[in-house]
């Protein structure tokens, strides 16, 4: 079998002479702690929704005819973007999901083995659809003429949760304890760096450009003039923005403006008391670290212990995991890096597992603790994964058994719209009619069953990871959890390929009883033997051993593990 990490093999054979020469006494080891993670939220695979374009559970709150009176550049409900080739659709205006489309599909997600949903960010956006800026377009790119905010992320008040969401009885804090009733953690997507499209329009538009206080007080406003053109020294309402540009048209945050803190603070802090669990912080290396380590400080001086993860949309693991440390932000980050290896991996039936060692940086890697990572293939942000079913298994098997805390876009149950960008249909609408279908594909089915696993399993979502082999159409690791009293030892075997895979591991084996978790079968192992399975294509094989690590080397690999995981910081 291979060693997949060079980093990890070096410390290995280090560590075994470093054994050898103190010959420390192996009835000792089982006081040692062994773990990825600690993180409560560890615990929680994470399904991910675009709240407008999941499920339209009451069609009272969708203001269809919303800007209307202004005429067709302005309207927001059902705004097809242009251009589209025959038999494909996008859209860009409000299509009717809410909190309710989400509470009434609670099992359905559920099933899946998920133990949270992250919506997008429920605050307040303009009541018409944007006139400046370049016009949408299919497939375009920060094309944003014509476009809503039916994502959320051009917030006016951060205050107030947007009229398109809530219904009678169900407010966001309603939303939330009918989630937590039913055992689902709420991720809240949050906005920090920018707020609305605020220049190039024709004729200022009403909220564009603007921030509101809780009562509806302005506090900014862009006032339609580009960000060169403003006066920040002479007028307070242009004291809260930068005069450098941002994304596309949206108005860009002054980080160092005292009240622009104080305010998201406020805010945020609002929704944590009205029960979201954790938050995504969107766009965070748009801001610098000096603003998100008094952010983060602040909001979790309100509620200690508060899980963070950054959307830093970069593939430079260097650059993205500066965020995880404890002088910058001090969250955890979307995994991008692994994300690009995972695709090129999932999406093309020649490519090996090989590709994936490297990206996991088990030891001696730039985060802060990789395993409380945030583990994706797709996201809203860019093309869905264009997989085949098989691919999408194959995916969802390594996510759910891997390092880090797996994601799922909504609709990649089933393969929803497989390849596709924004504008080109990557965040449409799924409903009823995308749940029902979804419960007839292979895809999600065994979504179900490996997801359960690692819900069930402490050593899946919070063990160290050590490879075995990542070559091929195969990968073997471990993942081990020893803390507390409580100690899993899981051994993954995937196989990617069309034909079975025969696996026959004996490296670091521990004697027992190993029981699988997919199916129940036993295979005791004596002291020098090996474990043998035969893993169905496109399969998966999980056994665990619950007990304490005695096996000499791989108590050794674990020292390694468990000393290289965590960067040193200064």
């Known amino acids: 079998m291979r060693i997949a990490s060079v980093s990890l093999a070096s410390a290995i054979a280090f560590a075994i002479c470093t054994t050898m020469a103190n010959a420390a006494p192996a009835e000792k080891s089982p006081t040692r702690d062994y773990y990825g993670t600690l993180q409560p939220m560890a615990s ?57 489309g989400i509470v009434d599909n609670i099992d359905y997600i559920k099933q899946m083995g998920f133990g949270a949903v992250w919506i997008t960010p429920i605050v307040d956006n303009p009541d018409e659809a944007f006139t400046g800026g370049e016009p949408v377009k299919w497939a375009g790119h920060f094309t944003d003429g014509g476009k809503t905010g039916y994502h959320g992320y051009w917030g006016d008040n951060f205050w107030v949760v947007d009229e398109h969401l809530p219904s009678r009885g169900l407010d966001f804090h309603d939303f939330t304890r009918t989630m937590h009733a039913h055992g689902l953690k709420v991720v809240l997507d949050i906005v920090c760096n920018h707020g609305s499209p605020a220049f190039t329009m024709p004729k200022d538009q009403p909220k564009y450009g603007k921030i509101y206080d809780k009562d509806w007080r302005l506090k900014a406003d862009e006032q339609n003039l580009l960000p060169d053109k403003l006066d920040p020294k002479h007028n307070p309402l242009h004291a809260w923005y930068n005069t450098g540009g941002n994304l596309a048209q949206l108005s860009d945050m002054n980080e160092n403006n005292p009240q622009v803190l104080e305010y998201f603070v406020g805010a945020y802090s609002q929704w944590i008391d009205q029960g979201a669990d954790a938050f995504r912080i969107d766009t965070i290396g748009w801001m610098p670290h000096t603003y998100w380590h008094a952010f983060v400080n602040r909001i979790r001086q309100h509620r200690p212990g508060f899980f963070m993860f950054g959307e830093a949309f970069d593939y430079d693991a260097n650059k993205i995991a500066e965020h995880t440390l404890t002088r910058n932000a001090n969250v955890s980050v979307l995994d991008f890096p692994l994300r690009k290896a995972l695709q090129a991996t999932f999406e093309h039936q020649d490519s090996s597992y090989a590709a994936l060692a490297e990206p996991l940086y088990l030891t001696n890697g730039p985060y802060a603790n990789p395993y409380e990572l945030m583990t994706f293939y797709d996201n809203h942000d860019m093309a869905r994964l264009d997989a085949t079913d098989n691919g999408f298994i194959d995916a969802d098997n390594w996510l759910f058994t891997a390092r880090g805390i797996p994601v799922i876009y909504y609709g990649s149950e089933m393969g929803f719209e497989r390849g596709a960008a924004e504008h080109a249909g990557n965040r449409n609408y799924f409903g009823t009619e995308g749940i029902a279908a979804a ?22 979502q919070r063990g160290l990871q050590v490879d075995l082999e990542l070559a091929g159409n195969r990968a073997a690791f471990y993942r081990v959890y020893q803390h507390a009293g409580r100690s899993e030892i899981a051994l993954v075997l995937l196989n990617k390929g069309d034909t079975p895979q ?69």
Do not use: C
């Not at 994470?46 to 009176?69: E, L």
């Not at 419960?439 to 899946?460: D, E, F, T, Y």
């Not at 791989?554 to 468990?562: G, N, P, Q």
């Open 44 to 100: 929680d695979a994470v399904y991910f929704v675009m709240t407008d374009r999941f499920v339209n559970g009451d069609p009272s709150n969708d203001h269809r005819d919303q800007g209307k009176a202004k005429g067709a550049a302005f309207y927001t409900f059902d705004r097809p973007v242009p251009g589209a080739p025959a038999g494909k659709s996008a859209n860009v205006g409000y299509m009717g999901g809410d909190f309710k």
């Open 439 to 460: 419960r007839k594909s292979p895809i999600r089915a065994n979504l179900i069953r490996i997801a359960r696993v690692r819900q069930a399993h402490v050593a899946l």
């Open 502 to 570: 025969d696996f026959r591991i004996g490296d670091m084996l521990q004697s027992g009883t190993w029981t699988s978790a997919l199916d129940g079968s036993k295979r005791k192992v004596t002291t020098g033997k090996s474990l043998e399975s035969r893993v169905p294509a496109h399969g998966v094989q999980v056994f665990t051993l619950a007990a304490k690590a005695t096996d000499p080397k791989l108590l050794t690999a674990l020292d390694a593990a468990m000393a290289g995981a965590r960067k040193k910081q200064d």
